[in-house]
């Protein structure tokens, strides 16, 4: 029975840091689609690439260096310098950082460059916006972040939002 208990609590505090993510002024939440990558991306990111692309159900897209999906918050301000996911939302859309202000892509075609994080560390930006991994993809190539709350979208190599596909919706 404690090991019930135990196994239910922390699925409660991961979706309590999920759901913090999904009121209407926030982001998160949970997806309603399951967008399946179509092959394994765990070598995606060669070469010791911060950033990097790689194929998935969605097309090509970029990663960050372990081949996690990299996505844009609809919220963030394009070249305002600043991210405005922070607390919960971090938790839930991990921000994709950088060892120094000029990070190693490989395929990436839009501008790069960083800002200072919420935490103090440097996050890597596309286009002048932030990127983030997200907690619910569980491997290399899950683009399960998709289309959150309709203000989570996959960055294309290029820098656009990739806006079609996966829970477009709310909750």
């Known amino acids: ?9 922390t699925g409660l505090t991961v979706a ?16 309603e689609a399951s967008n399946e990558p179509t092959q ?15 194929k998935t159900s969605l097309g090509t897209i970029v990663v960050d260096g372990k081949g996690m ?7 963030d301000e394009p070249n305002s ?16 950082e950088a060892a120094s202000a000029t990070p190693t892509v490989d395929g990436i075609t839009g501008k ?22 997200y907690a619910g993809d569980s491997k290399a190539g899950d683009v399960t972040g998709q289309g959150v709350g309709g203000i989570w979208y996959v960055v294309a190599p290029d820098g656009k939002e990739l806006t079609s596909g996966g829970d477009t919706g709310g909750y």
Do not use: F, H
């Not at 309590?16 to 997806?31: E, I, K, V």
């Not at 999906?69 to 919220?75: E, F, G, L, S």
């Open 1 to 9: 029975m404690r090991r019930i208990v135990g196994i239910t609590l």
């Open 16 to 31: 309590a840091a999920l759901a913090a993510c999904s009121s209407s002024d926030d982001a998160g939440g949970t997806p």
């Open 40 to 54: 394994d991306q765990s070598s995606a990111a060669t070469g010791g690439a911060e950033v990097a692309t790689a």
């Open 69 to 75: 999906t990299a996505y844009y918050y609809d919220k």
């Open 81 to 96: 310098g600043s991210s405005v996911c922070t607390a919960d939302c971090a938790a839930a859309w991990p921000a994709i």
């Open 112 to 133: 790069v460059g960083t800002i200072t994080g919420t935490d103090g560390n440097l996050q890597v930006t596309i286009e002048g916006r932030p990127i983030y991994t």
